[in-house]
């Protein structure tokens, strides 16, 4: 599943929307990101994950799940372009975005001083 394909199905689920972060392409819920671009954009996109269900992924399925020192500690998730389970990430794009939905939108960034 590619970034767009991943990304067309998000915005099908109530309460989504097309955003950016970091100037990148990516999907969000209650001003919440799920889906993002990530640092590895020519192997797989990023997908926000509970820290449990990430290294339960990580364990269970390392043909479609990795992990990089950049997102070591953040309850984020790299989703390989070439896994063949593209039911399982459906259903936990599904899930990040039920999860991004019940938690509190994020603060208002401080504005940057001149």
Do not use: W
Not at 72 to 97: F, M, N
């Amino acid at each position: 599943m590619t970034f767009d394909e991943a990304m067309a199905y998000a915005l099908t689920l109530p309460g989504t929307e097309r955003s950016t972060s970091y100037g990148k392409p990516c999907v969000k819920a209650n001003g919440n990101g799920v889906l993002f671009v990530g640092h590895e954009p020519h192997e797989a996109f990023a997908l926000r994950l509970e820290p449990s269900t990430k290294q339960m992924l990580l364990a269970a399925h390392p043909e479609s799940f990795f992990e990089t020192p950049h997102y070591a500690g953040y309850p984020i998730v790299l989703v390989r372009y070439a896994s063949p389970d593209a039911d399982l990430i459906r259903e936990l794009i599904a899930g990040a975005v039920e999860a991004a939905r019940a938690s509190p939108p994020p603060r208002p960034r401080k504005r940057q001083r001149a």
